[in-house]
C-alpha cells in the first residue's frame, strides 16, 4: 500500500470540488481545531465544505484511496472533543447539507439532510402542528448530524427519550465509501438494529447523509413549575417523589446554589431565590386534564419535601421567565471566566445529592469554581467549571478535577457519559467501565467497519495512536502546522 | 440463580463457544422456543434456559437486572408484585425467556409514545460468537458511553451474540385501560387515520380487518380522569359512531398481541393501501398495527411484501465477521422478507 | 495582498476573552448564511483574532477575507449568551490592521469617511457631483444610488413650533446626520411634524457626522473625535431651562438606527456624556410613552416591517416602532418571515463588498416576496432605506418609507410640498 498522501488526495479532490470549497490556507485551518469543548485542539490538514450526498460520498471514497483520515463535523458545539481533528484529519465539513426532504404528518416523519439544525426542523414541523422532540440546549445552532452521530439529549427527553429513540432510518456512508440503508420508514428493525448502533457512534463509523426522523405532536397545553429548597438533598427527593406518583413531566431540572447565584448576577436573570439551595424546574405537558393531574402530583411532592417557594405558569411569556435562568445557566457561567468546562456524568437519582455533595467537595479541593445543573429526572449531571484555558496550571487541575468527578458517578453505579458523548475527553476514562477485553469486542466492530481506521481516528476508545493537545497552545504554533497543499 | 452459578454457566457457555473442533456448533442460542424454528439442519440449540432470575429489581430507580434465560412471565411477575410492569407494554403470557424477547426484537404497539422494545433495555451482557465478552449500558437510564450495543444486538436473533444479562426499564403498572373504537368500511380507513393522527396520540393503534369492515382501535391507558377525557377527545375526532370500552386487564394481552398469519411490515400509507386491497377480498382479514409499520394478514400479499426488512446488512456482515470469525453463531438466511408466526 | 507577521501585540483587544466558543451565534450570522466557513462566523472571527492578537499567529488572507467580511451588523452580540462585542472588537482588530492592510476598496473607504463624510461642504460638493453623474453611473449597472429626489434636498427650518391647541409636553432636538441629512431630509422634517403635532418644540441643531460608518471602518479616533463633537453640539443646545414644561428634560431624537446606536457607545463610556445618552431617543420610542389617540388618516394597506440591524442589536427599540406601526396601519403589521439577516446595506458595506452585500439584498427581497410583497415597506435607518428603494427598483408599484414617514402621514396627514 502506497500509504497516506495528502497531495494526492488535493489533486482527485479539485478535480470534483470548486476550489473555494476546499479549504487550505493555513489561518483558516486553524479555526477548525476545536469544538464546543475547547480544551482539546488539533488542526486539520484541509476542510471540506460538502453540499451534497454525491459529495460526500466521492470525498469518503478519495480519503479511503490515499488512506488519509477524516472527521465528518456538524455545527462543531459537542462538549467532548468529538469535531476535533486528530493527526491532521481533513475535515468533512456537511453543515451545507441542510435541507428538509420532506415532512409527512400522516406517517409523523420528516426526511432530513444532516446539516439541518434542529431548531430550524422543530420549527418547520410545527406548521402541521408537530415537533422534533430532543431540544438540547443547543439546538438553536447543533445539527442533527451532530445529535446523531452524538445521541444529544435535552431537558425535555426525560418524557420523550434521547435522539436514538427519534431516529428511523439513516442513510450512511461508510469509511470505505460504502453506501448503507439503516433502520426503516416505520421505525421497526427486523434483525440487528444497526440503527442504534450508528446512533452515538461519534463518527467512527462514518458519515450520516440523511436521516428520517419521528416527529410527534405538540401538546396541546404546557405547564411550567418552579419551586426552590433549602437544601439540594430536598428537591432531588421532590423528584423522585414526583416520578413515584406516575406523573410523567417532560422535565424535570435542578440548579444549585452557585448556579442560582451566577445566574442570578448575571443578564439571564430569572428572579430565582438566592438564599435557596437549590431550584426545581418542572416542565407538564399533556391535555388540561392531564396537566391538572400533573400538577397536583408536583404540587404535592415538593410541599412534602418542604419547598421554599412554588410558582407555576401557563402563558409563554411567564414560562420563558423561568427557564430564564436555566437556558441562561452556561452562559451566566461562560460570564464568570474565560473558558467554561460542561462536564457531562450520569448517576442513579438516589445517589444525586450525595455525589452532588463530594463533586463540591473536588472543587474546592482544586480551587475552582464549580457548580451544578443537571437533568434530575435521568440523573444526569453537569457539573461547570469556569476557568481560563491559557493558564496550564489552572488547566491541569481542571483535568484533574474532571476525572476525579467521573471515577465519582461510575463508583455510585453510573457512568461516563449521558449524552455529550465520549471524543477524546473521557476515552482515557473508559477503563472505568469498561475491561480491555470488553474495550476489545467495541474496537473489533470499528475496525470491521473502519479497517484502515480513517473514520474520526483517536476517539472513543483510549489508546495512544492518536496525539492530543490539551489546553492552550503557545506561540508559533499555528506556524508549525503550514502545510503545503494546494 | 445465585451470581456464582450465573458466572460458571457463563464460563460454561463461553467454553462451549471457543472450542475449537468437538461437538461445535454452529450454535442457535435458545430460550423457551416460542418464537423460532426449531434450528435448521447442522445448528445446535445452545439453549439458555438454565440461566435464569431476577438479580436485582430497584422499585425506586425503575429498573431491573436479569439473566437472560428467565421466562418473561416470571419477570413480569415479579414487577408486578411491587407495582411495576417491563416497559413497554408487551402481550405478556405469550411465554419466551427476556433473552428471547430482546433478541428477536419484538415490537411493541406502544411504541409511539412509550418508545420500542431496543428503547426499554438499559444495557446488555454477553458473548461474541468467539466467546470474548460484550458490555453495553447500564443501570442508568441515559448512557453514551461507548457503542450502543443494547440496541444493536436487540432483535438480533442469536446470530452475533449470545446474550447472558440484560438490565430492563420498568413503570407504573397501568390501571385498566380503555379503548375508542369506531366502525368503518375499509375504503375509510385512511380517513380515520388522518383524524387520528391530528390527535395526541393513543397508547396504541390497532385496525381489524374482517370481510371487508374495519374496526379502528385507540388504546389509552386508562385508570385516570385525564384518561376519560382524552378518550372524549378521540371520539369527537373520530366522528359519529365512534365508542369509549374499557379494556379490564386480561383483555390487555390480546389487544396487544398479533394473531397467527403472515407478518408484514409497511408505512402507515402502505397500510392503508394493503387494508383497502384486502377489503376488496371476500376472506380478507387482517390485524394492523399501523404506527408501529406491522400487521398480520390472511393471505399474502399479492404484489410483492409491502416493506420487507431482512436480516441486517452491510454493516451486520462486516460486525458478525470480526466478532464471529469461525461462524460459530448460526447465521439466518436473509434476507427474510416475511416471518411467519406459528 | 501583503501579509505581515503579527500585527497587534497579544492581548491588545479587549473583550476577546469573553467568547466561550458555544457556538449560539451561528444561525444568525448573514455571512454564514451565504458562506459556510468558519472564518465567516462570529466564533470563528473572534477565534481569528485570538489566534492572530494571543498567539500570534499570521493573518492568512483567509482570516483577512473573514474579518474584513464581517457585517458588523450585530446580530451576534444578541445571540451570545457571553456578552460579546463584535462591533468593539472589529473596531480595534480593523483600526490596528488599516496601516497595514488595506486593499484598494478599504483604502478608499477610509478617503471617502476622513476626507469627505466628515467635513459638511465637501460631502455636499460630492453628492452635487453624484447628482450630476447618477444617470451615467446607473447605466453602468451601479446599484444602490439614492434616487435623485433624494439628491435634491428640501429645505428644513431651524425649528418647528407644537402645533396650537396641543398640550406643550416639551422640546425635541432632532439629530440632522452627515449623508441622512443630505439624502433623507423628508424623513427628518417628517419626524419633526410628528413631534410638533403631539406638543413638542422641534429644532433641528447643525448637521455632522457622528461618526457610525467610522466605528465599522476601523476608523476608531475619527470616530471617537466626531461622535464627542456631536454630543457637544447637543450639549450647546439648552437641555432644560427651554423646556416648556421643567418636569420634561429636553430630548435628542435620532431616527436613523446606526447613529443613535453609534451615539450610545462613547456616550455610555464617557461619565459626562450619560446625562445625554439617557435623553437620547427615537421618535416612536417618545411617542410610545404618550396617550396615542387613534390616527387621523389609518394606513390602509398592510406594512412590512423590516427593523434595521442597529435598530434591532444596538438601540433595542424594535418594539416600539412596531407596536406604533400596528397602531396607525388597519391592515397590520407585516413580519417578514425567514432568518432576520441583515439586508447587505450595512453602511459602507455596499462599497466594500459589493457582492456579498449583493446576495444579502437579494436574499432580503426574498424574504419580503415570499411574506406577500406587501405593497409598502418600512425601515428606520438610511442605509437600509436606500438599499430596499434599489432592491425593488424605480417604477415598481411599492413604497419603500421610514417609519415616521408613515406615522407623520398617518397622524397628520398628508405631506405638505
Ligand atoms: C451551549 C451548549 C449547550 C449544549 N447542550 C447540550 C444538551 O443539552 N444536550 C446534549 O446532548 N448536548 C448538548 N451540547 C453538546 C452539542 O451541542 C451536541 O453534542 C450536538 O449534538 C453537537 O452537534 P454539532 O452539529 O455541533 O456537532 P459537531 O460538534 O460538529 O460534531 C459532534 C460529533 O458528531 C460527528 N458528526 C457530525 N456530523 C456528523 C454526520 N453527519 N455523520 C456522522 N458524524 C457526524 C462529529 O464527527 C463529532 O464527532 C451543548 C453544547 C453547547 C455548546
Ligand atoms: C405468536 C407470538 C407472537 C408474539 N408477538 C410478539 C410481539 O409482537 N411483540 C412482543 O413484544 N412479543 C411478542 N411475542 C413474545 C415474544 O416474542 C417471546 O416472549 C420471545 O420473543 C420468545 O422467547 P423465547 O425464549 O421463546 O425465544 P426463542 O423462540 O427460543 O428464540 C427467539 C430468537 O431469539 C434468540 N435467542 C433466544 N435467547 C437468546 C439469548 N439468550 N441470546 C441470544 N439469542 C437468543 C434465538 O436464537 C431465536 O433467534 C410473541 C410471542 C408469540 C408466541
Ligand atoms: S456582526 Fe453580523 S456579520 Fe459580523 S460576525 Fe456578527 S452576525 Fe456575523
Ligand atoms: S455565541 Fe458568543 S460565546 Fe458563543 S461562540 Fe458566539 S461569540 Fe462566542
Redesign the pocket.
Known sequence: MPGRSDAALFKTLARILPRTRIITDSGERSLYDT??LALYRGVPGAVLLLENAEEVIAAVRACHHHEVPF??????????G??VPLDEAWILD??G?DRIIEIDPLESLARIE??VV?LDLDRAASDYGLRYA??????R???????????????HCFRHG??TRHILALE?VLPDGTLTSLGSRSGATAGPDERGLFVG?????????EATVALIRRPEQVRTFLASFSSLAASCRAVSRIIASGARPAALEILDRLTIAAVEASVFRAGYPTDAEAVLLVEGEGSPAEIEEETAHVRAACSAEGALTFEEADDLEARTRLWRGRKGA??AMGRVARDLY?L?GVVPRRALADVIEKIAAIGKKYELILSNVFHAGDGNLHPNISFDARDPEQTTRVLAAGAEILELCVAAGGTLS????I?IEKRDHMGLVFTELELETQTRLRDAIDPRGLS?PG?VFPGGRSCVEAGHRGPGHAARVERIIG | MSVETATKSIALIKRVLSQSGGPTGPFMPAGLGTRSAPPPPGVEPLTLTALSGVEDLDRDELVLTALAGTPVDRVAQEAAAVGLVLCPLIPLGTGGTLGGLYASGSESPCAPVEGHLRDAVLGVEGLTGSGAPIKSGGRVVKNVTGYDLTRFLCGSRGALAVITRLHWRLRLLPTDSIEVVIDCPATDVGARLRALRALPDPTAVRIDLNAGRTRVRALIEGGRPSASARAEQLKRGLGPGAEILSVPDEQLAPWLAPPAGTREHASVRGWIERIEELGTQSDGVATVFPYIGVGTTSAPPASAPLDAIPFGGEITRRVRSAWDPEGRLWDPHRPVPREVLS | MTISSNPMPSGEIPGLETC?????CLPVCPTYAIDRRESQNPRGRIAALRRVSEERAPLTPGLVAGLEDCLVCRACESAC?AGISMEGLLLSHRTATRPTHADRATRLERWLLDEVIAHPERLELGLGALRAVRGGLARLGMRDLPSKERLIPRDLPDSIEPDPGQRVRGSVTILRGCVTDRLFRSETLAAGRLLAHFGYRVSFGAPGCCGALHRHAGLADSALRLSRERARDLLREPLSGATHDALTPHVIVSDSAGCHAALLEPLAEEPALHDLARRLTDTPSLLSTLELPPPAHPIEEPVAFFPPCHQSHGTHTVSATRALLEHVTKAGVVDLVGEDFCCGAAGMYVMRRPEKSHELGERARERWERSGSPRIIATGNPGCLLRWESLIGAGANVEVVHPVTLLARAFCGPEPL
Not at chain 1, 449521558?418 to 458523548?421: F, K, L, T
Open positions: 469544538d464546543g472527521v465528518p463535523r456538524g455545527a462543531g458545539t459537542g462538549l467532548s468529538g469535531a456537511v453543515t447539507m444532516p446539516g434542529n430532543p431540544d438540547p440546549s443547543s439546538q445552532a447543533c445539527t442533527l448530524g451532530g445529535n446523531i452521530a452524538e445521541n444529544s439529549g435535552g431537558p434521547m435522539t450512511v457512534s461519534e463518527g467512527t463509523l462514518g458519515i450520516a447523509i452556561f452562559g460542561v457531562d449521558g449524552e455529550h458523548g471524543g474520526n476517539k | 466561550i466558543h458555544c457556538g449560539l449568551p
